[in-house]
């Protein structure tokens, strides 16, 4: 991640200006041990699986991605210059820690693993993400998801 200070003045400008949404609720919610949750995956490295519709810039959506999904078989879109790709590259759980979910669930640390995780774009404004955030909430709910794990990118 780069530092404001190492970034070209107009732009540090202009990202130290951006407003800092704030919300009313807590993201926090009570539930049983770690040991009987079921956990998702929520990532913000604009993963898609080939075929998908690539990610646009202010990009609101969201993609979905079966746990069953071969890390080969992900693509990721993140289109910022400033984005370094390199962990991706070499190891996708650096961007989407299925693999370590999976080692979690297997040693009991965990109850289950989702059946689906999902993959939205970073650096993207929270309120054009409103509506499609209802959508995972629905969808984390049907899968009886009781807690997710949010790796920003």
Do not use: W
């Not at 926090?28 to 998702?40: C, F, K, M, N, T």
């Not at 699986?49 to 202010?58: A, H, K, Q, S, Y």
Request: glycine letters at 10%.
């Amino acid at each position: 991640m780069a530092r404001l200070s190492d970034l070209p003045p107009a732009l540090a400008r202009h990202i130290a200006g951006l407003p800092c949404p704030t919300f009313d609720t807590t993201p926090r919610a009570d539930g049983p041990p770690l040991s009987e949750r079921r956990v998702a995956l929520v990532t913000t490295a604009g993963l898609m699986r080939r075929g998908d519709r690539p990610f646009g810039p202010g990009s609101g959506d969201y993609r979905v991605i079966p746990g069953d999904t071969a890390g080969g078989d992900l693509v990721m879109t993140h289109i910022s210059v400033n984005y370094d790709r390199t962990g991706f590259q070499q190891d996708l759980n650096v961007v989407l820690p299925l693999d370590r979910l999976n080692e979690m669930a297997a040693d009991g640390e965990i109850g289950s693993v989702a059946a689906f995780h999902y993959s939205v774009m970073g650096a993207t404004d929270p309120e054009a993400m409103r509506a499609d955030a209802a959508d995972i909430v629905g969808l984390l709910k049907a899968d009886n998801v009781d807690a997710v794990v949010l790796a920003p990118v």
